[in-house]
């Protein structure tokens, strides 16, 4: 079964910076796993103010929330696609971070290419504060399914 995974991380959760050493997440983080694609690796990708992360879920110590969704293998390689050509020059693709171009942004825009649409009539690519969205991914979970 190939799945995408949304997880959420509240404010204050620790996580590994690229340096190595330990941080603690200001307004929390969301990012995804794309995992059980048939011939590819589990992998996962966040946005961070330097661009698009691969192995994103590995510099976490903890997750607090989680989303999964089932999708199929075409469904998966558009996500991969999408975020694999952000990591390459997230500039010209996604864009730099900014409040209004976040983590959550990102996140929503990599269900987006699966066909995941936010049920919020409000908030079509999520709230500012990840934690704020967990609702709105399990509702969007019930209307995917």
Known sequence: MTTVTVYVVYAGT???AENGSTHYSGEGHMFFEVSGQINQNDESWG???TGAIPGEKSNYF???ASISFEI???QAQKI???AEKNVENHTDNF???SPWNSCVDFTWKALNEAGINSSSMIWKEGRFYPKDDIDNLKSSMEKYM
């Open 80 to 82: 991969r696609d999408f």
């Open 62 to 64: 903890k997750i607090d």
């Open 47 to 49: 946005f961070q103010p």
């Open 95 to 97: 864009g730099g971070w």
């Open 14 to 16: 620790p996580f590994r």
């Open 72 to 74: 199929n293998d075409a």
